[in-house]
């Protein structure tokens, strides 16, 4: 089938400024039978080094539509490198899609460090479910596919994180996505009593019992249980994973829903269920010899499923449960903890703890496998996940991840917010000062060679007195494992502003910008007025000078395994601060901006490497009024010299036209002068 391609359509929330990209392939009647929306974020290594890029580094290549009669779609995503990201859409026997994903590419062009320009083809390691073949698979969670390839005895890892999703490869009719929705596991984790089938949905044993509940129907037995009995709204065309949902929330009523959607359209657009919140954080503590070893707080659920039952189970607070363990001690590299529930469906939830020992990097601790037990249909079933599912902090670090995640083992989707772990090391009786954060909560980060242009502005009342434009990134020194290093830090698009429009620096009237990006990094900048008097009042006013510059660089920062990779032991977790003063740049005149297109680099300090790297730069401070808009720019000497250049060459070009007919016409009248002397 002959196809259209539209890609790298960036999609963008103003007040969030969360960014995503629709994909999509048009038929030969220009109509859409493909389409894949989706916030999502690439995290690439190689064991060593991490590249991190968003889904606008792609655009559509290439691919397929499917056919009434065909059982595989395609598409194919490509970025300036001629990497190629390859989505592959099946239909099995029972009518159900799913989506291989395959990422080809040359490591060379990422890690400039490997010998080899080959490529190499990284593969899922199963197939990703999206439900009926004419429905359409919707996921506000957060979910992760993961990718492995090995070229030269180097693994190369990536994953892909993929949140607000839609995607549909098969049935799309006249070109508009189907009214049938299926909704991941994920979010039905987190939204209250859906109607997920046509079978009896029954509601498991709720911890808290306070009223009994009793649901019967034509098509199950009927089942008792303690619940908080609710009423809830319905969702209609809608279904997921599992077609019967015990769940310890709030019971549900019976949807008329099939997996091949509905016969008759619906009138309204399908609706979602208001989210139910994640049960209370709670701490659970390992004791050894009266003393805390382990510790482990967070908000946990889990949804289980065994055969078409699905129960959905949170976690109790440590009032409700016994903790036991075991801990590691000495050179020790394992742990674990056991939460015991007094009452309810979870019989037992273990995780099980080691410490990663590499060669390059620093060591880690990984929650290495879960197991539990949990009552279903009355009977107690073994659930087991024998994997890396966690790669968490240094050991001698606590890990937190307050955004929260999810992970998929053997029959559990297992779900976390405010998670906060330290498995190895703990003294006295808390978690350590230092800790690391999960990169969830860092935030996409830019690669070193793709820094986003930002805008920052500061706006006290309804007065916008500083805008600063442009791309940043900083080289900061630091002790890696195995000696003195460097890495290239840039400002990503996640980011806060703040500032002052009146501040006094050194008793120097000043403005200042504060931006913070990295969950807890900061960068301050302080523009100081040209004029350096005494008397506050008057410099308050700052209107005393008509000049004014850049005269402080401020940089916190922490040291972070998802920043500084390679990073000793010794400075992951801690916080770091560098300060440039003293300095006059890029002084220009009031009620005008300064402009640099050209990169350029600024060593902050000799001493130790410290440097900014700028481009496409524009700001203005001290300005009036409420308009992001710049004044007049005064250019830099690089943009002036390469300004300068053009008038310069254009000048030259015509001078050598003007030579070349000068030319050409003396040549033709010697011609012409020579044919009269012969006749």
């Known amino acids: 089938m002959k196809t259209n391609f539209i890609g790298a359509v960036v999609l963008c929330a103003v007040i969030s400024l969360t960014c995503g990209s629709e994909y999509i392939i048009k038929d030969d009647n220009n109509k859409t039978c493909l389409e894949v929306k989706t916030d999502v974020e690439f995290t690439l290594t190689n064991g060593n080094e991490t590249i991190k890029f968003d889904g606008t580094n792609f655009t559509v290549k290439g691919g397929e539509c499917a056919k009434p009669t065909d059982s595989v779609a395609s598409l194919t995503l490509s970025t300036v490198k001629d990497d190629f990201l390859t989505l592959t859409f099946k239909i099995d026997a029972q009518k159900q899609s799913s989506m291989d994903t395959r990422f080809t590419f040359a490591p060379f062009d990422y890690f400039p460090g490997t010998p080899t320009p080959n490529t190499i083809n990284l593969m899922d390691n199963g197939d990703f479910n999206l439900g009926g073949k004419t429905q359409l ?42 009214s049938n929705v299926f909704i991941c596991s994920a979010d039905r984790m987190t939204t209250t009593a859906q109607n997920v089938s046509t079978e009896q949905v029954t509601t498991a044993p709720n911890t808290n019992a306070t009223t009994e509940a009793t649901t019967a129907t034509s098509e199950a037995t009927t089942a008792t249980t303690n ?36 016969t008759t359209a619906p009138t309204t657009a399908p609706t979602t269920a208001a989210p139910t919140p994640m049960p209370p954080k709670s701490t659970y503590k390992v004791m ?8 482990m707080e967070g908000s946990f659920r889990m949804m289980v499923t065994i055969n078409k039952t699905t129960i959905i189970v949170d976690v109790p607070s440590k009032e409700e449960v016994n903790v036991t363990g075991m801990c590691a001690s000495g050179n020790e590299t394992e742990s674990s903890i056991t939460i015991t529930p007094k009452s309810g469906p979870l019989k037992s939830l273990t995780f099980d703890f080691k410490i990663n020992k590499n060669k ?29 599912l966690l790669v968490l902090s240094n050991p001698k670090l606590f890990y937190k991840c307050d955004v929260g995640s999810n992970f998929t083992a053997d029959k559990v989707i297992f779900k ?36 986003p242009v930002n805008t920052y502005a500061v706006t006290e009342g309804n007065k916008t007195c500083i805008v600063f434009k442009g791309s940043m990134k900083f080289v900061i020194p630091y002790v890696a494992k195995s000696g003195n290093a460097t890495e290239p830090v840039g400002l990503p698009e996640k980011f806060t502003v703040s500032g002052s429009c009146n501040f006094l620096l050194n008793g120097e009237v000043s403005q200042k910008m504060e931006v913070k990006f990295y969950e807890d990094w900061i960068l301050t900048i302080y523009f100081t007025d040209s004029d350096n008097k005494t008397d506050v009042q008057n410099q308050l006013t700052a209107d005393s000078s008509d000049k004014y510059y850049i005269s402080q660089i401020e940089l916190e920062y922490e040291y972070n395994s998802n920043l500084f990779v390679t990073a000793d032991e010794s400075i992951l977790g801690k916080k770091a601060k560098f300060t440039a003063a003293n300095l006059t740049l890029w002084e220009t005149g009031k009620g005008k901006s300064y402009m640099c297109n050209k990169e350029s680099t600024i060593n902050l300090s000799s001493k130790d490497g410290f440097e900014l790297t700028v481009s496409k730069v524009q700001y203005q401070a001290f300005k009036k009024g409420n308009s992001n808009d710049f004044g007049d720019a005064s250019e830099c000497a690089a943009d002036e010299e390469t300004n300068s250049i053009v008038p310069i060459a254009v000048g030259a070009a015509l001078a050598g036209l003007v030579i070349i007919v000068l030319i050409a016409y003396l040549i033709g009248r010697k011609r012409s002068r020579a044919g009269y002397e012969q006749v």
Request: net charge negative; proline share 6%; charged share 20%.
């Open 288 to 295: 050894a010899g009266g003393k805390t070893c382990l510790i």
């Open 227 to 262: 619940v908080t009995a609710q009423t809830t709204p319905t969702t209609p065309n809608a279904t997921s994973e599992a077609p019967t949902t015990n769940s310890t929330m709030e019971p549900t009523t019976k949807a008329n829903t099939t997996s091949e959607g509905p």
């Open 360 to 388: 390059d990097m620093a060591d880690k601790s990984e929650l290495v496998s879960m197991s539990a037990e949990v009552m279903v249909d009355g009977k107690v079933e073994p659930i087991s996940a024998n994997k890396t």
């Open 137 to 178: 698979f919707n996921c506000s969670s957060l979910q992760r596919i993961i990718l492995n390839g090995t070229l030269e005895k180097t693994t190369y890892t990536m994953y892909m994180d993929m949140s607000n999703t839609q995607i549909q490869a098969f049935d799309i009719m006249d070109g508009n996505l189907s």
């Open 416 to 451: 976390y917010e405010q998670l906060k772990v330290q498995a190895f090391n703990v003294e006295n009786e808390k978690f350590a000062e230092n800790g690391e954060d999960c990169s969830e909560d860092v935030g996409p980060i830019p690669a070193p060679g793709n820094i």
